[in-house]
């Protein structure tokens, strides 16, 4: 496995992958391996399939786990050991497209008082801002924030794309008087050391700590300011075109999902009963 795992890297160095794809891509193959003590050169079709049925029935994977390993196993066999992938035999599990969790206006505002400290404070605003991933807060300098324009510049976001986002008065002020106190020096929030970035795990404990505290009994977490950030922008009134370019989404199909959770009170519809009944 060290040989086909050491390939398999540098291809997807080459290729250009995220060191977090890379990192599952390893960790799939490796658990497909564990399961049959055999090189993946030894295996073919049906073993992939029996593979793939075993982390749906037995490990009881999710979709997109299950999704995942099957990318890294057509990426193993069609890239590495150059061997052909039978997408009618070897198809992919259908996701169920679940809508996201949204918190409102005020259970946000709920959250934002509940977090005690600043830095935790401007964190999060930051994030609701401007609808940002929690890596994207995360690996945000100083420099990216834009305070002539009211932006803040996200560096390499999903995809390695640049984007601008939007920079609220109220997050600069925050921002400021955090940097007074704080001092960062290259990233905007810093780990323990100063000098590295902030790390996810220690955004998402900030969030469900004042999620707690603020008495919010939604299963939110802290990607949830960027979902409630997007329908927030459209119950506004802002074009989902707009929203779409903020949130650095590349197709638009994937920005539309927001439209099942707008206020539907916000719209002025009526449901046909209540018309049916002139009420």
């Given at each position: 496995m060290s040989e086909l795992r050491n390939k398999m890297i540098m291809e997807m160095e080459l290729r250009g992958y995220s060191p977090k794809t890379i990192k599952n891509y390893i960790y799939h193959v490796s658990g497909f391996v564990r399961f049959y003590k055999k090189s993946p050169s030894l295996l073919g079709e049906s073993e992939i399939r029996q593979y793939l049925h075993y982390c749906i029935t037995e490990k009881k994977l999710n979709e997109g786990t299950v999704n995942a390993g099957y990318s890294a196993l057509k990426f193993l066999y069609t890239k590495i050991l150059n061997k052909p992938w039978n997408v009618e035999k070897l198809t992919r599990v259908k996701e169920r497209r679940r809508l996201p969790i949204v918190l409102s206006p005020e259970e946000v505002k709920k959250i934002f008082d509940a977090t005690e400290y600043l830095k935790h404070k401007a964190i999060l605003m930051t994030i609701y801002s401007g609808g940002l991933r929690v890596s994207e807060v995360c690996n945000l300098k100083i420099t990216d924030i834009d305070s002539k324009n009211m932006q803040i510049f996200i560096r390499e976001g999903k995809g390695k794309k640049d984007r601008y986002t939007l920079l609220s008065k109220t997050n600069l002020e925050v921002l400021r008087e955090y940097w007074k106190e704080y001092k960062p020096?290259?990233?905007?929030?810093?780990?323990?050391?100063?000098?590295?970035?902030?790390?996810?795990?220690?955004?998402?404990?900030?969030?469900?700590?004042?999620?707690?505290?603020?008495?919010?009994?939604?299963?939110?977490?802290?990607?949830?300011?960027?979902?409630?950030?997007?329908?927030?922008?459209?119950?506004?009134?802002?074009?989902?075109?707009?929203?779409?370019?903020?949130?650095?989404?590349?197709?638009?199909?994937?920005?539309?999902?927001?439209?099942?959770?707008?206020?539907?009170?916000?719209?002025?519809?009526?449901s046909p009963l209540d018309t049916l009944l002139g009420e």
């Open positions: 020096k290259e990233f905007l929030f810093s780990g323990r050391y100063r000098t590295d970035a902030i790390k996810p795990r220690s955004v998402q404990r900030v969030f469900e700590k004042a999620r707690k505290k603020a008495g919010v009994s939604k299963h939110a977490t802290v990607h949830t300011l960027r979902h409630s950030f997007a329908t927030h922008l459209l119950d506004s009134g802002t074009d989902i075109c707009y929203i779409q370019r903020l949130l650095g989404h590349t197709r638009i199909s994937t920005t539309t999902i927001y439209l099942h959770l707008r206020r539907m009170d916000l719209l002025s519809i009526k």
